[in-house]
């Protein structure tokens, strides 16, 4: 401005004089200034050709010549100003383009081409280092890298699966003591316990479970050996149950369905099934479904790696599982297992009313030979026998389970490392401290990767990196009894946590193998997932990230890779319960199970034998995985959760209603309001991607603003119309209920089946028009009100509904 100022002095000073003003563009270091020249009309030079001239007459009298004066006094004075009102408007031109240049380049720099889309590429201003200067994204990663290859992830594994730590113990107690220290010791802003008194199921050493034959006369014959006294079902109902035998396979619902189209009916039986596929607790459930008295369950050799340079699992170890259908204290369910708590005369509706046993593979071949009946498919066979497996019913068994109930204080070590512009946002990452067994894989690396991270994260604080959100790192008690310590301190503190979790890491299971990777994650989560797959090198490709390695088995990356969260994931009480986006990490084998986990044989030794000496390469892989996603989503100025994904998640589901509407609309009904919904939510999600894309990037309330609705939306997905208390898992996609999306379709299929009904059955057993109608609204309106949620503030809201 002060030069353009001192060319307008200059042209006053030299009005009496008519001469042309000629603007040059300086190229060069000065690049984008004008310079002016004065040429003399006098002389008559001619204006070089890469000038631009402007030359600016007024209008002659009629009748004036060339080189006389102009007598009429205005025509001389508009000549004098006409210069300076064009460069006036020159000005405010140049001012505007260069306000709306800044403006949409701050907006590309925060969203790109979308602002779903999240760059490995980044090169965001992350901070200031102890040293004044600036850090950046590749600066922030190399520091991590750095501090992160400091650690002693393989001793901290081995040192922690040789120490007792089953939930209630002494052992536990000490570690849980040695964590809290570990955790003081990096010096950060808060380390706290919190204590949780919560009901947990033990065998009874002086009266152990036992399992005999049954003669024919129904007198009680030889006790079949169970090896271990020790390995028991937590949570399985108490009592000794007779019955004849049958084999079931895994025990999910078409094995029982295909049991009784053979002409087997589970009904007053006891079931044998293979550990696998789904969890005991589901798998005690459905047999409690189809009327089955008891449940054995054992593990098939078949379904483990027949490699034999790979350690395999004893014939005489069974397995451990508990068979609650849920998470958390089952005698407090959605109540919070405090010391002070008065708690309802209640039990969870996911406790099983039949016993369950957990045998070993040796046990289940003798059991086996003795069944007869028709031959089981082949793709239910197995191992244990040198002779095809079949179905029963064979021999009369007896189950007696004597497990006590003990109300027993679990430990929950929290540590907490605060944000500078967004502190009571947090990124939660956790592991479970506690195993039945040695637990290696189950717990042990979890624990060290945590340990890791926490120690990482600090230095990298003492050495100026400041998170914008908070990070808050917790080591779980309790989890090999169904996640208790994760669930009672969301059940505690659900009314604050909904407002403030922004994502939940879970460490649990994490080294399992190291042939295929998989991630169990809430859909909001992908994309971000993506990204830092391409930035972390794959621990057994020497050359290749981890996203290349994925993509060579299939170009489809997430069809590979992104599974959903399962009920006995840790992570899983935090989206379906809790609403807050949640992920768990697991290196697997190539189409085999870790043959070891919730066994006494889950050892550091076994661990490491199965993966070939690579355990070190694949724990630090996890560990940089999931440290590079901590910084993302507690430093990315907007997070980077992908909220239109679930518009895809509505789409596909719609598909599957979609095959049902030739046999709704014969009963008059439709599912139209779905579709609008599913509408509302993607027209919503566009329209928030386009308020970004066009903001202001360094407005912090805006910004602020933004990820408040967008950490929100996995919330949005719990029905706000059903009670917690009455079904805590309110997600209408991972959930469990009437008003899910799953119970809709299964209460859809009862369409087709109408017509193969059983004459005489219960009308209650077949479809029903009046709970179709519940259903479909309960789904309809959690989907619309999530679109509503997301629209922003309630005059945003344009609903073709």
Not at 109 to 138: A, F, P, R
């Amino acid at each position: 401005m002060e030069r353009l100022w001192g060319l307008l002095q200059r042209a006053q000073q030299l009005s009496p004089r008519s001469s042309q003003t000629v603007y040059q563009r300086v190229e060069g270091p000065q690049k984008g200034r004008l310079e002016e020249e004065e040429e003399d009309r006098e002389e008559g030079a001619e204006t070089l050709a890469h000038f631009c001239p402007m030359e600016l007459k007024g209008p002659e009298s009629l009748g004036s010549r060339p080189g006389q004066p102009n007598l009429i006094p205005w025509a001389a004075a508009g000549r004098r100003a006409a210069p300076y009102l064009l460069l006036t408007a020159l000005l405010i031109f140049t001012g505007a383009f260069l306000l709306g240049y800044v403006a949409f380049r701050g907006s590309c720099q925060t969203c790109g081409d979308s602002v779903l889309v999240v760059s490995e590429d980044v090169n965001y201003e992350t901070g200031l280092d102890s040293h004044g200067g600036t850090l950046y994204w590749n600066d922030l990663q190399a520091m991590f890298l750095r501090f992160l290859g400091e650690g002693r992830l393989e001793d901290t594994i081995r040192q922690t699966s040789l120490r007792e730590r089953v939930a209630g113990s002494a052992g536990m107690a000490a570690l849980t003591q040695d964590i809290r220290v570990a955790f003081s010791r990096q010096k950060l802003d808060h380390v706290w316990t919190d204590t949780h008194y919560v009901g947990l199921q033990f065998p009874d050493l002086a009266h152990p479970n036992t399992l005999h034959w049954v003669d024919e006369a129904g007198k009680v014959g030889e006790q079949l050996p169970l090896e271990d006294p020790d390995v028991y079902c937590p949570y399985s109902a108490i009592g000794n149950v007779t019955g004849e035998l049958v084999y079931a396979h895994y025990g999910r619902p078409e094995d029982l369905q295909e049991l009784r189209a053979r002409g087997v009916d589970p009904a007053g039986l006891l079931l044998l099934v293979r550990v696998g596929v789904i969890s005991f607790a589901q798998k005690v459930t459905n047999a409690q479904d189809f009327g089955a008295r008891g449940v054995l369950i054992y593990p098939e050799p078949a379904d483990f790696s027949q490699d034999p340079h790979k350690p395999s699992l004893s014939s005489q170890q069974a397995v451990y599982g508990h068979v609650h259908l849920g998470t958390g204290d089952p005698y407090t369910p959605g109540f919070p297992s405090f010391n002070q708590t008065q708690f309802p005369p209640v039990a969870s509706s996911g406790l099983p009313s039949i016993p369950a046993q957990p045998i070993s593979a040796d046990i289940a071949s003798r059991l086996l030979r003795k069944l007869k009946g028709p031959m089981a498919p082949q793709e239910w066979q197995g191992l244990l026998l040198g002779s095809p497996y079949h179905l029963g019913p064979g021999p009369g068994m007896r189950l007696e389970v004597n497990n006590h109930r003990t109300s027993t204080p679990i430990n929950n070590i929290f540590g907490c490392i605060e944000g500078r512009s967004e502190p009571d946002h947090y990124v939660v990452i956790g592991a479970q401290r506690d195993a039945w067994g040695p637990g290696a894989a189950k717990s042990a690396v979890g624990t060290a990767i945590l340990l890791e991270l926490v120690r990482t994260f600090a230095s990298m604080v003492n050495n100026g990196f400041r998170p914008r959100r908070s990070l808050l790192f917790i080591s779980w008690d309790g989890g090999d009894f169904g996640s208790v310590g994760s669930t009672e301190w969301l059940e505690g503190y659900l009314s604050v946590l909904h407002l403030k979790a922004v994502v939940y890491v879970s460490l649990d299971n994490a080294v399992l193998g190291d042939d295929k990777f998989h991630a169990k994650t809430s859909p909001l989560l992908t994309s971000l997932i993506e990204s830092v797959l391409k930035q972390v090198d794959s621990p057994n490709h020497s050359g290749q990230t981890l996203y290349e390695q994925v993509v060579f088995t299939n170009p489809i990356w997430d069809a590979e890779v992104i599974r959903p969260l399962p009920m006995d994931s840790s992570a899983y009480s935090f989206t379906a319960f809790a609403g807050v986006p949640a992920v768990e990490f697991s290196f697997m084998e190539e189409d085999q199970a870790y043959p070891f986990l919730h066994t006494k044989e889950d050892t550091y030794e076994k661990l490491h034998k199965v993966l070939q000496g690579r355990l070190p390469a694949v724990v630090q892989a996890v560990a940089q995985l999931a440290g590079q996603l901590l910084i993302r989503l507690s430093h990315d100025r907007l997070l980077p959760l992908d909220f239109g994904r679930y518009g895809d998640v509505v789409l596909r589901h719609i598909g599957n209603l979609n095959e049902f509407s030739g046999e709704l609309k014969a009963r008059g009904l439709t599912l139209q309001w779905v579709y609008s919904a599913r509408g509302d939510y993607i027209r919503a999600a566009e329209k928030l991607r386009q308020e970004i894309y066009s903001s202001e990037e360094r407005d912090e309330r805006l910004t602020r603003m933004y990820n408040v609705r967008i950490m929100r939306v996995e919330f949005y997905f719990l029905s706000q119309y059903v009670s917690p208390a009455d079904s805590p898992f309110r997600h209408i996609f991972l959930g469990r209920g009437d008003h899910t999306l799953g119970a809709l379709l299964d209460h859809l299929r009862l369409l087709r089946s109408n017509s193969s009904r059983t004459p005489g059955a219960p009308s209650s057993s077949g479809f029903q028009e009046s709970r179709f109608r519940r259903q479909l609204a309960l789904l309809t309106w959690t989907l619309q009100g999530a679109a509503n949620a997301l629209s922003g503030d309630v005059w945003n809201i344009d609903n073709n509904f």
